[in-house]
């Protein structure tokens, strides 16, 4: 053992030398090292070059990070930009639902909804949350948090979801409106001349004064007689008095009365449209000569027919001028 490391020692105090020879008139340098001086050098070497390997390494790490860093901050860019798109053409749907709802006089339910909604822009729990992205953008991205955009992507669908109920309630609102419109009488309900309006009267038939509860309306036997309005044929026969009489439901509280016609051409039950011809004129029942007598009534008040025959429907225009 004592052998071993004498003979190490030993070793170690050998000495090395080192030669630089130029290639040219330069003079040769020697260098006498011991064989320890050496390993020392050696392993400062071998340790200075790990430590650089590291650095690299860890220098690759940080960029690394830094290039995701700046691709999150794109996307979380991106992504608030479509967001406040999105915001933007919410904005313009509203706009839209206000003006239908102008349209359609819709404005006390748009007070309820606004009410429900707090939708109006003008102020309330909304106009804070618009706020949020608004207020994200303007400061460096790094600053919006995961909490910002999902409160603005909440209050971009929350104003979604009351357009999309707003609209829903505007198309019933039209449905109604159409159907009251298509319900409603509106015209004439044949050729021809205005024999007898509505009102007091003196009885063709007995020469005393009576109610007149329709309007006259005289043409050659035959002439088509047409549904004021959409319906359904509520009864279609014999009524003394009134011949050949059509009943015609209208909805809304709206019925028409046909009589005195020579032919019906529809059934009880039947659904009729406006414009439908639904019996041919006669002088069936208490009738001096070819006419139809019409009368129109509402929540079983009789009514002026009068005043539903100015309607601007082209058709009915066109029966009047003839
Ligand atoms: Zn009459």
């Avoid at 001086?37 to 220098?59: C, D, H, K, P």
């Avoid at 005043?307 to 082209?314: A, E, T, V």
Wanted: positive net charge.
């Amino acid at each position: 053992m004592k052998n071993i490391a004498h003979k190490l020692t030993k070793s170690f105090k050998q000495k090395l030398t080192l030669m630089v020879v130029p290639h040219s008139t330069l003079p040769q340098v020697r260098l006498q090292i011991s064989l320890s001086f050496f390993l020392f050098l050696g392993s400062l070497w071998i340790g200075f070059t790990f430590w650089a390997a590291l650095a690299v390494f860890g220098n690759i790490d940080y960029w690394k990070t830094k290039a995701s860093y700046e691709i999150l901050k794109l996307k979380v860019q991106f992504f608030a930009s479509e967001l406040k798109k999105s915001r933007e053409l919410v904005d313009q749907v509203r706009e839209a639902d206000a003006q239908l709802r102008q349209l359609l006089k819709m404005g006390n339910r748009q007070a309820i909804i606004e009410e429900r909604s707090s939708s109006s822009g003008k102020g309330g729990p909304e106009a804070f949350e618009r706020s949020i992205l608004l207020k994200s953008l303007k400061k460096h991205l790094w600053e919006i948090s995961e909490s910002e955009i999902y409160q603005e992507s909440s209050a971009v669908q929350k104003e979604a979801k009351s357009r999309l109920e707003s609209f829903k309630e505007i198309s019933e609102q039209i449905a109604y409106e159409r159907g009251f419109f298509r319900a409603t009488p509106r015209g004439w309900p044949a050729a021809g001349r205005l024999t007898s309006k509505f009102g007091e009267r003196v009885s063709p038939f007995h020469g005393q004064m009576q109610f007149h509860t329709g309007v006259d309306i005289a043409n050659d036997k035959g002439t088509p007689v047409l549904a004021t309005g959409d319906g359904i044929v509520s009864y279609a026969g014999w009524e003394s008095g009134y011949g050949q009489l059509i009943v015609i439901d209208h909805g809304f509280g709206y019925t028409t009365h046909y009589g005195h016609n020579s032919k019906i051409l529809v059934r009880e039950k039947e659904r009729v449209k406006r414009g439908q011809n639904i019996a041919t004129m006669g002088s069936s029942g208490s009738s001096t000569g070819n006419h139809s007598h019409y009368e129109v009534w509402h929540n079983g008040e009789c009514l002026n027919p009068w005043n539903y025959m100015m309607g601007k429907s082209q058709k009915f225009r066109r029966i009047v001028r003839k």
